[in-house]
């Protein structure tokens, strides 16, 4: 034999010995900035379950890689990142993570048929869509009505709300369906004061008047950072009204921020913190030791979106899109409850209240 045939046969050889190239799944979230704790936390998650899914053998043989980019909070930036992720050629994109953001990636995402899944986002202007959006969290009429009826439980039926203008998808949303639920039972938004969330945003003369209406509630639609120091700012003016959180502002900075001034208030979740379903405790342990922080509801939710994209690809059949793999699928494992996809890429998850006690988020229900 040749040298020229012995040394063919090695390359044949070396080639089929080479490893697949790995899967790329993107992450778009907010991951730099003032708020960017929802983003981070999700972007975390997704790793985290990437990372033990390659150690588990990955996806049919192949490694599955996350590429991550920080849309900043900015909706041209993230159209940007979506198209470069979609021109990358990566199976789905795990995200966004603000519904600001995914009012503008949605569109982009539909026209080239490349499957988007929400961790967080939750506005209802993406609900009942035959589209490329899914989410793994519930939408802000299940939030809101569920914590407006709570609160007509408890006879509280006139609220002055405070809304970040800069999420309006997200906000506006949430303050229609507390609204319609409050209404329904004999109650109302007697004021509501929209504002920009940013490092020099003045919160006192907003809770000046808020509080001027002598409401029996106040509501908060906004960020952690905001929530908080809007919070103390009403405490520093009136020590008792009840304060109640949108669940988008419930991260664990909330509590760190805010400190007393946060305690009492409550907020509707589709995640209990005190959850002991081994599945959780198990990821709960293995971000800890990963990234030395709570995980919160959006890094649950981060690895939840992150192990549906997955699961799916393992199961798609040929010839079948990831979008159609996951309809069929319908049903996947979520770390505190499974998760069951209607025809819209929507779910319906059960949700719960909790209230910051001694310095902790803890569920009332």
């Known amino acids: 034999m040749g040298l020229g045939a012995i040394l063919f046969g090695l390359t044949i050889m070396l080639g089929g010995c080479s490893k697949p190239e790995p899967i790329q799944i993107g992450f778009v979230g907010g991951i730099s900035g003032r708020v960017a704790d929802l983003g981070i936390a999700g972007r975390n998650g997704a790793l985290l379950a990437v990372e033990l899914r390659n150690q588990a ?115 506006v949303s949430w303050l229609r ?93 589709f995640f209990d913190r005190n959850s002991t379903v081994p599945r959780y405790r198990a990821f709960h342990q293995r971000y800890r030791d990963r990234f030395n922080q709570e995980p919160g509801f959006a890094g649950t939710a981060g690895f939840d979106a992150a192990n549906v994209v997955m699961d799916a690809l393992a199961q798609r059949r040929s010839g079948q899109s990831l979008k159609e793999a996951v309809l069929a699928a319908h049903r996947f494992e979520g770390v505190q409850q499974p998760l069951y996809f209607d025809e819209y890429g929507d779910t319906k998850r059960e949700t719960f209240l909790s209230v910051v006690r001694d310095g902790r988020f803890v569920r009332v229900e």
């Open 57 to 171: 053998g990955g996806v049919m043989g192949r490694e599955v890689e996350l590429i991550a980019m920080d849309d900043e909070q900015n909706p041209e930036v993230a159209e940007r990142l979506t198209r470069e992720l979609i021109d990358r050629g990566v199976a789905a994109i795990v995200g966004p993570m603000t519904s600001v953001i995914a009012m503008r990636m949605a569109p982009i995402a539909n026209e080239a048929r490349m499957l988007l899944v929400s961790p967080t986002v939750a506005t209802d202007d993406l609900s009942h869509q035959d589209d490329y959006f899914f989410r793994v969290g519930s939408s802000t009429r299940a939030y809101a009505a569920k914590l407006a009826l709570y609160q007509n439980q408890r006879r509280l039926r006139r609220a002055v709300a405070a809304y970040d203008l800069g999420n309006q998808a997200y906000t």
């Open 177 to 269: 369906e507390f609204r319609d639920t409050l209404a329904q039972n004999g109650g109302e938004i007697v004021q509501a004061i929209g504002f920009k969330s940013a490092g020099d945003t003045l919160f006192v003369p907003i809770a000046r008047d808020l509080l001027a209406t002598q409401p029996d509630q106040v509501l908060i639609v906004a960020n952690s950072v905001d929530a908080a120091l809007l919070c103390q700012q009403i405490r520093k003016l009136n020590a008792h009204v009840p304060i109640v959180i949108a669940e988008w502002g419930a991260t664990e900075q909330l509590i760190e921020l805010g400190g007393k001034a946060v305690e009492g208030a409550i907020m509707t979740q």
